[in-house]
């Protein structure tokens, strides 16, 4: 087994996102990718609520984290995760990435914003962040 299966393998991830057919379709590539989701969230406040849980052990290695939700949105999501944990992997995950979110994500400290159209290319995307 090469060094980068090893890492993904040993890599959490809590996927939150609204659609429950988008959660199904991430895990699916995750898990295909090595990776083991240990959580799941609909929404904002759902998702804060099982980040806090999965602190301490095991703390997710990365949240896959969708902007366009009830409750909140995934950049109110990220800035209150990162003030927890300010060392966090966060990919925000969304169909709608313009300059304006991007820029906003930068600041916050979110690690990567991927489109949803690359949802099959997460596995690598992930595994970049965390060797980099």
């Known amino acids: ?23 199904l379709l991430v895990r699916a590539w995750l898990e295909r990718g090595g990776f083991n989701v240990v959580e799941e969230a609909a929404d904002g406040p759902q998702a804060l609520h099982q980040f806090d849980a999965l602190n301490p052990p095991p703390v997710p ?26 060392e ?26 991927v489109s949803k159209s690359e949802a099959s290319r997460l596995p690598d995307i992930i595994t970049r962040l965390l060797q980099g």
């Open 88 to 113: 966090q992997v966060i990919v925000l995950f969304s169909a709608y990435l313009d300059i304006e979110i991007q820029a906003k994500a930068r600041a916050i400290g979110i690690s990567a914003c």
């Open 1 to 23: 087994m090469t060094a980068t299966e090893q890492a993904a393998i040993a890599t959490t991830v809590l996927v939150v996102d609204d659609d429950p057919d988008v959660r």
């Open 61 to 86: 290695s990365v949240v896959l984290l969708d902007n366009r939700m009830p409750g909140l949105t995934g950049l109110e999501v990220a800035e209150q995760m990162l003030s927890r944990h300010p």
